[in-house]
């Protein structure tokens, strides 16, 4: 069982140092970590966000355990140079074309949402973003207009077996949950979410007994908030599953709860915190590790095989909060490495 572990940049290393702990403590037998430069960190270091060392041992593992990447000093740098860029290369060159964004509120934490406690509580969805494609992975660029306006364009797209095989993703996850599926898109304006609501349906056929829906993505914004309980699977392109996902963390209290699981069409997969590099708090133990460690229970429960141990790491994590350990994202004053110890003792 070979793990990349890719700290990266900000809280990244503090955040992957808990949920290392954790996995270790586990005590399972032939882990292999391997621990590895990426984004900023390793910009810094070799001279680009994803050297291909990097790569080679992210290629070679079974599964990587990712931190965050983004550093604002990096933000001069061209593009291609930029922290972003590893991640966004990792998901390209590993096929990790199936991004899991599970979304639940804990027990006790019905208070820390931005919505009203009976609100909160009843969320548990899932958002299936597709990873690979959108405007995300088009061609893009800067240009001069004849007249001397500069323009900036991305282009948007989508083929069709690239939304076929994430809906399968999707339609398999709904499968195994409540049967209801939501596939969120922006048909009545953009070509791309015609083709993508099309082949939604088509591959529906295949899934009598999930209850397919649509919804704008703009409509879906606002029944996150109003009603997120109606939710159970959401499938939904690279550009609306980033925001989407960013709002449905607030909506359960904390950004620093939500893990995530980057999936390829084998076993594979890249784990991390759907929080970024939080650059005011890095370095200073103040970040919630519980994302992270999350995610080292995703990662074990999907490239692992092990639901054994990410059920007790779960329950770990939720045990803690219900006791009432609080990093500072939930308006407590615990450290990185007290939420580590606590998290540790209870499992
Ligand atoms: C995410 C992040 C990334 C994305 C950034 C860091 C490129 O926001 O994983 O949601 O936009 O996909
Ligand atoms: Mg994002």
């Not at 000093?73 to 096929?95: F, N, T, W, Y």
């Not at 009976?118 to 969805?125: M, N, P, Q, R, S």
């Not at 959401?234 to 999936?263: H, K």
Request: glycine share 10%; proline share 4%; charged share 25%.
């Amino acid at each position: 069982m070979k793990i990349a572990v890719l700290a990266g940049d900000g809280i990244g290393p503090e955040v992957t140092r808990e949920a290392v702990r954790v996995l270790e403590a586990l005590g399972l037998a032939g882990l292999e970590l391997a621990h590895a430069a990426v984004g900023g960190a390793a910009y810094k270091a070799h001279g680009h966000p994803l050297p291909p060392e990097t790569l080679a041992i992210a290629r070679a593992a079974d599964a990587i355990l990712f931190g965050a990447v983004g550093d604002p000093d990096c933000d001069a740098l061209e593009r291609s140079l930029r922290p972003e860029q590893a991640i966004l290369g990792l998901r390209k060159e590993l096929g990790l074309f199936a991004n899991l964004r599970p979304a639940k509120v804990f027990k006790g934490l019905e208070d820390t949402s931005a919505l009203r406690p009976e609100v909160a509580g009843a969320i548990d969805l899932l958002i299936v973003r597709e990873l690979n494609g959108d405007v995300y992975f088009g061609e893009k660029g800067i240009r001069t207009l004849p007249d001397g306006r500069r323009q900036g364009w991305d282009m948007m797209s989508y083929a069709e077996d690239e939304v076929r095989r994430i809906a399968h993703v999707a339609f398999k996850a709904a499968l195994v949950r409540d049967k209801k599926l939501c596939s969120v898109d922006k048909a009545n304006v953009l070509e791309t979410s015609q083709l993508w609501r099309d082949v939604v349906i088509e591959v529906s056929a295949e899934y009598p007994e999930v209850e397919l829906s649509h919804m704008y993505v703009d409509n879906a914004a606002m029944q996150l908030v109003k009603n997120p309980g109606q939710f159970d699977v959401i499938v939904t392109g690279n550009l609306f599953g980033d925001i989407l996902s960013d709002q449905a963390s607030m909506c359960v209290g904390s950004i620093g709860l939500l893990a995530s699981a980057s999936l390829s069409e084998g076993s594979q997969g890249l784990y991390e915190p759907i929080h970024g590099s939080a650059p005011d708090i890095a370095g200073k133990g103040l970040a919630n590790p519980m994302a992270t460690v999350l995610s080292a229970a995703m990662l074990l429960r999907h490239s692992l095989g092990r639901d054994d141990q990410a059920v007790r790491i779960e329950a770990a994590v939720a045990r803690a909060l219900a006791d009432g350990v609080r990093g500072g994202d939930l308006g407590g004053t615990m450290g990185t490495v007290a939420i580590g110890d606590a998290i540790l003792e209870r499992l």
